[in-house]
């Protein structure tokens, strides 16, 4: 069963910020919350990780709510490059490996 | 540094064949991990390893088996291939279980006819 529910596709205008939402309504207090994504036929890439804080990166932004149960990861100035398929994953720390959904769909129009 | 290499990147396989699938990675990471993707769909994990000799199931993984005889090198055997196994393989390594950062390869395109 997946742990995550995020919308199927988002379009977002290049130059302005895209916001990915995600629920993980049943995340447990050891489960970090990841972002990968995965550009046309490349293999995913890791974007950024999170437990309880918000975190930023060169890459990106991850809003975590209060309660844990969903999160935001947020592209400042999206570019036409991020156009990808963008994973939210949630993960226990240790000896669990990643369990990859179907993700949104992320579309930057020029 | 190469990162993570997947050989080959293209095979077209008849039902019933073999073959293997390598993954190299020169990051001296101990995890790595074969994941299959189907078009339209997410990953699925279908081994991974934790250390050199070691291996463990995934959620999908009859019909392959694995070997990581070398921390560097993590293999993926079809005994005998079916059109059900037409997919593109990625292969991944991580550093440790802890943030498990994992760095994927290209990928591999097999086709079974």
């Known amino acids: 069963d997946a742990k995550t529910t995020q919308p199927p596709s988002m379009d977002c205008a290049e130059g302005r910020a895209a916001n990915l939402p995600c629920n993980h309504s049943t995340i447990s207090g050891n489960e970090y919350v990841y972002w990968y994504r995965q550009i046309h036929s490349q293999g995913p890439q890791y974007i950024i990780h999170?437990?309880?804080n918000n975190e930023t990166n060169e890459m990106a932004s991850l809003i975590i709510t209060e309660d844990r149960k969903s999160s935001t990861l947020i592209l400042p100035h999206a570019t036409l490059r991020d156009t990808a398929v963008y994973y939210c994953?949630?993960?226990?720390?240790?000896?669990?490996?990643?369990?990859f959904g179907k993700g949104t769909r992320l579309s930057v129009i020029a | 540094n190469a990162g993570v290499t997947q050989t080959p990147k293209f095979r077209v396989l008849k039902t019933g064949q073999s073959m293997t699938l390598l993954c190299a990675q020169d990051?001296?990471?101990?995890?790595m991990y074969w994941y299959r993707q189907d078009p339209g769909m997410g990953l699925r994990l279908i081994h991974y390893s934790v250390g050199e000799g070691t291996t463990a199931k995934g959620e999908v993984p009859d019909g392959y088996n694995v070997s990581r005889l070398k921390k560097q090198n993590f293999l993926l055997g079809l005994e005998s291939a079916a059109p059900s196994q037409t997919s593109v393989y990625f292969c991944?390594?991580?550093?440790?279980?802890?943030?498990?950062?994992?760095?994927f390869g290209a990928g591999t395109r097999l086709s079974v006819l």
């Open positions: 990051m001296n990471h101990e995890y």
């Open positions: 991944a390594s991580s550093l440790d279980g802890a943030k498990n950062i994992q760095y």
């Open positions: 994953i949630v993960r226990a720390r240790g000896n669990t490996p990643l369990v």
């Open positions: 999170g437990l309880k």
